[in-house]
């Protein structure tokens, strides 16, 4: 190499670090000599053409933090979710199974059909179809439930028997998934296969980082989701049993149960520390999809979105953990990176700002969020949650943000059953 053009290479180098490990061009998911599946060779390139790319990437300024080196998951993204700027990414656009984070797009398509006070009869066609194995809320039928308790169930629990009972009450199972499939496709998530409404392993069920943060984006915008996925606990009916003693008996009554949030980083269970700003959203777990998770936290006034699919470092509750440490690099890192692309908005929304098609000012299009503490009701610690937001308006042709108050309640405290 000419000692001219070597010496402007690592001049470049000083100001500007670039990391983009590439790997063999590979069929997905097709093992190579560690026996880990490799991504496809070229992937989707909607938010930038860097996201299409496989391995890392990132744009490190001078005096940026560097990645955190113990990271395994096969996928994960650390993206603005104000501006929409991604500042860092691996593998984004590979096409996974995501477990229970698909109930994130589940939430943001059927969440807005039905008022929380609306009250339904379980039947037991209502539960047909429920995988072998599922995580479950505890939901009996030929008893009545309100359409707050169901969403309690999806969120805190991950119930794929409330997914079962909200989707019945959509028209049955398939047309949940023929919603669901639609609704991905309006916000370009287009990695994403809907098969089945809860994210149970089902044949072809994908999506991918990038895809799982615009529905993470999309529902943060939505009051009641960011009210259910930053509650750490809450009271959920049982099932309605006669009183066979005492002055009452011959009587029935209904007693309800405590039920918790399987994020972790919320509640801190399981030694987990909880994450300082950390506002939701939404975990999943199985045989075919491993651990993976979205996380929303602020600090500073800045909001990051993280999502890590499928860790394979063996390490204790990886997924989390790597999550946690792609908070702590993207906060440091937030004004010292140059971004690698973009959340794109939704099919129907028109603007130049980022995260609009063809957008590249100054962001606008997000979901500004904000937290304030709340105490964990069983002696947890603290549980920090939303307070307040923004929500998206798609109007006369126009992605506009309209601000909005502060929300009643704080995550971490019993929510009253409608």
């Known amino acids: 190499m000419p000692a001219l053009r070597r010496a402007a290479l690592l001049l470049a180098s000083a100001t500007m670090l670039t990391l983009s490990t590439t790997a063999p061009a590979l069929a997905d998911g097709k093992p190579d000599d560690d026996g880990q599946p490799k991504p496809p060779s070229s992937m989707s390139t909607v938010g930038g053409a860097r996201l299409g790319k496989p391995g890392t990437q990132v744009r490190l300024k001078q005096g940026a933090p560097v990645l955190p080196k113990d990271l395994s998951a096969r996928s994960w993204m650390v993206s603005d979710a104000e501006s929409g700027e991604v500042l860092a990414a691996h593998n984004a656009h590979w096409r996974l199974p995501p477990a229970s984070t698909l109930k994130m797009l589940f939430a943001d398509t059927v969440l807005p059909k039905f008022p929380k006070s609306q009250k339904h009869e379980v039947k037991l066609s209502d539960l047909e179809g429920v995988g072998v ?39 049955g199972v398939e047309q949940t998934v023929k919603d669901m499939q639609e609704h991905a496709e309006e916000l370009q998530a287009l990695d994403t296969h809907v098969v089945s409404p809860d994210g149970y392993d089902e044949k072809g069920q994908v999506s991918s980082a990038y895809d799982l943060t615009l529905f993470a984006r999309s529902g943060l915008q939505k009051k009641d989701f960011r009210e259910y996925c930053s509650t750490a606990t809450a009271q959920f009916p049982g099932e309605t049993k006669k009183i066979t003693k005492g002055k009452d008996k011959g009587r029935t009554k209904r007693e309800s149960f405590g039920i918790q949030n399987t994020n972790r980083l919320l509640t801190g269970a399981d030694g987990i520390t909880p994450y300082k700003g950390i506002a939701g959203v939404k975990n999943g777990s199985t045989t075919n999809a491993g651990n993976t998770f979205t996380g929303v936290a602020e600090r500073d006034g800045k909001v990051l979105l993280v999502t890590v699919m499928n860790p394979s470092s063996g390490e204790p509750h990886a997924v989390y953990k790597e999550t946690a440490r792609l908070l702590d690099w993207g906060f440091e890192a937030a004004d010292k990176v140059e971004p690698v692309g973009e959340l794109v908005a939704p099919k129907g929304a028109t603007g130049s700002g980022k995260g609009a098609p063809g957008g590249g000012g100054k962001g606008d299009a997000a979901a500004k969020l904000a937290h304030t503490s709340g105490g964990g009701s069983s002696g947890m610690g603290v549980a920090l949650g939303v307070a307040g937001g923004v929500v998206l308006v798609l109007g006369a042709g126009a992605f506009v943000l309209r601000r909005r108050m502060p929300l009643p309640g704080q995550a971490g405290r019993r929510t009253p059953r409608d």
């Open 133 to 171: 194995g599922s995580s479950l809320v505890g939901i009996k039928e030929n008893e009545t439930y309100t359409v707050h308790d169901l969403w309690l169930g999806v969120f805190l629990r991950s119930g794929n028997d409330a997914v079962h009972v909200l989707s019945a009450m959509n028209d």
